[in-house]
């Protein structure tokens, strides 16, 4: 960090800053300017509260030089992570946009398999479907729990996909984990810490979602929590934010994309459907996101969007998610990747 200290700064003031920094175990140094004195800090500052040093007397601003996160950070690890979603399966994160596709819940048997059936030939790597769903009302479907964890492993065994599925509370861990091959933390979990810790102390890969109201800082932080456990195949999925909008369900923050590329060496997948709320909206996003980067999307697709239990407006049919896969081929090859 830099602290820059205010134009009428005792040089007492700045001594004390620099006994603050001894203190921390960093080094100083220090530059004179003609109108401020500036304290630079040597060392590896990542982990120590710069907020308190911005309360000194005599202190006006601390520029932070390195990323709070290290594991999740681009200074640690320059090359970017691809994580296999399955052992000798597909990946994510490499010159192929990978597709994660299914309903946004488990509802039966029959429906999950015939859509199971429909995404992998339309090329989709993964089927995604939420066993525990988390429902803003308490008296809505609240998913099939083991049951839908059975019919995903069955849809697995029939196609190959890679099963993604939610995990929402620790003691959901190990059931949730043996039947499925990536665990998905969702938006609203995204800053439960004890989650994401118990995520990083087993090996199946984890789709983070961004937090509704969270800055990419903080998603990428809670991502570190997992890392930091000594899981580091994580992704993480950009799902859209809330904001005043109300033409879509949330707003999709697709400069999170190059943004995240940008500070972190980990895959970027795009949820066009919670990112929108609109069935209508979901192609145009799935190119858009490919066109600016997008590692991989995860999208939801029901053979009967209108009887779907959760999600149906937001759900593409087997028939839209096969033109789609289509046209991202094209813009794929057009930004020299493939899809
Ligand atoms: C979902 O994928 O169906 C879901 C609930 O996602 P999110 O956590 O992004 O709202
Ligand atoms: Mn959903």
Known sequence: MIVVMKPNASQQQTNHVVQLVREMG???????????????????????DRTAMESVDGVDKVVPILAPYKMASKEIKKDRTIVALQKDGGRIGGNKVGVIAGPCSVEDKTKLLEIAHAVKEAGAIGLRGGAFKPRTNPYSFQGLAEEGLKYLALAREQTGLAVVTEVMAVEQLALVAQYSDVLQIGARNMQNFNLLSAAGEQSKPVLLKRGMSATLEEFLLAAEYIMAKGNTNVMLCERGIRTYEDYVRNTLALAAVPELHRVSHLPVIIDPSQGTGKSYLVDSMCRAAVAAGADGLIVEVHNDPEHALTDGAQSITPKQFEDMMRAIKRIASAVDREA
């Not at 100083?28 to 060392?43: D, L, M, P, Y």
């Open 26 to 48: 960093l080094k100083e140094h220090i530059i004179v300017g003609e109108e401020r004195t500036v304290v630079a800090v040597i060392g590896n500052d990542r982990f120590k």
